[in-house]
């Protein structure tokens, strides 16, 4: 089992420009998450799916914030334009219905550094 | 809206020694709760759970007891090392099925030899 898979693992970018974050859940997964961690706010839930539909988006920050799922094996999260209060670490995870549910899976986190 | 409430750290041991970090938990209805550590560098990962009151969870010489009278859910482990050296999160998940989890805002323990 590959486990939750998230890409880059490090990224570095310059304010005002776009920064997509990519998270392959564990397959047969039915629900994601997208969290963001940081040492002021601590671990915050950003927006969640359950079959690839957004079921509570309330955390997303603001409008400059955008996640989609189109497919039950793919997740972006999207920050147009990143400025430097959103570096933080984005955590996805990803967990199932089936046999109890419950637990989430974390993958290892985008570091974003926005200069 | 629920909540979950942690001992605030750093929390400094020396290896054997005892660990005891408090939880206490807000909650409309009967949530699960659990604990997830965090090693540095890495995702959350779970450590141990309960689902109902008086259920004990159990990892890793890690334990927890759902306490619905007093709303908490402390972590304990009897001797810890250097490798638990890490940070340990609290959650709740007040539908116990895959919904959102609410975390505390976590406990960095450093445990040295």
């Known amino acids: 089992d590959a486990g939750v898979i998230q890409s880059p693992r490090h990224e570095v970018t310059e304010m005002g420009q776009e920064v997509t974050l990519r998270c392959k859940p564990i397959?047969?997964?039915?629900?994601l998450f997208w969290y963001r961690q940081t040492m002021m706010r601590g671990l915050e839930l950003l927006i969640y799916f359950n079959n690839n539909v957004p079921i509570d988006d309330s955390g997303m920050p603001e409008d400059r914030f955008s996640a989609k799922m189109p497919n039950a094996s793919f997740s972006t999260l999207k920050i147009q334009p990143s400025e430097p209060r959103d570096s933080a670490v984005y955590f996805c995870?990803?967990?199932?219905?089936?046999?109890?549910?419950?637990?989430?899976?974390f993958g290892p986190g985008t570091r974003l550094l926005v200069l | 809206g629920d909540s979950v409430t942690q001992m605030e750290g750093p929390v400094t041991l020396s290896e054997e020694a005892f660990l005891t970090i408090n939880c206490t938990y807000t909650a409309t209805g009967y949530p699960s709760l659990f604990w997830y550590v965090q090693y540095p560098g890495e995702g959350l990962q779970l450590l141990l759970k309960a689902t109902k009151a008086d259920d004990k969870g159990s990892n890793k010489g890690f334990e927890a007891t759902y306490r619905k009278e007093t709303t908490s859910f402390h972590l304990e482990k009897g001797s810890v090392q250097v490798s638990d050296s890490a940070v340990y999160f609290c959650a709740l998940s007040d539908r116990g099925g895959s919904e959102k989890l609410v975390f505390g805002k976590g406990t960095k323990l450093t445990v040295n030899p």
């Open positions: 995870a990803s967990s199932s219905t089936s046999g109890g549910g419950e637990t989430q899976y």
């Open positions: 397959s047969g997964h039915d629900y």
